[in-house]
């Protein structure tokens, strides 16, 4: 493993990133904006975090500088299948930026594929492991309905 990324929600208690071994040094806090926020209580809850550590992937054309922040301005409104959804822009965002062409991605709190999804729509492999049976089916649907560009 040359690095990880831990996503968190903006209410994700930060203290257990102490775990993570002095191996991978701390690169940066990534801010995962949503344009559509939404609320739990008094919590306005519009965005997430992501914690990037261990070594920078080798630069792809036009990705030279690893930026900090993206913002997400899908806006369909639809119920997710997980009680714990991420968005596609923001993981397909941090699999990009974060990781190589062809390298294996490991999600080991899978959920319903996001990251699975979006490894395969950028060439890279997965390791997704779930807890649940249920989202385990729903990730895979939704890899195996999953259109890959064709160049003519």
């Not at 997710?80 to 991605?105: D, F, N, Q, T, Y």
């Amino acid at each position: 493993v040359k690095r990880l990324a831990i996503h968190l929600g903006c209410d994700t208690d930060p203290r257990f990133l102490s775990v993570v071994p002095f191996k991978y040094p701390f690169f940066r806090v990534c801010w995962l904006r949503y344009i559509r926020p939404h609320y739990k209580g008094r919590l306005l809850y519009n965005s997430d975090i992501a914690y990037l550590f261990g070594t920078a992937p080798k630069p792809a054309a036009g990705q030279f500088l690893i930026p900090g922040y993206m913002e997400d301005t899908s806006s369909d409104g639809k119920q997710a299948e997980h009680p714990c959804p991420r968005k596609k822009a923001h993981v397909e965002w941090l699999v990009k930026w974060w990781s190589e062409i062809g390298e294996v991605i490991l999600d080991p709190f899978l959920g319903s594929g996001t990251t699975a999804f979006c490894a395969k729509k950028l060439n890279r492999k997965c390791i997704g492991i779930e807890i649940e049976e249920k989202y385990c089916e729903i990730s895979a649907n939704r890899c195996r309905q999953m259109v890959m560009n064709l160049r003519v």
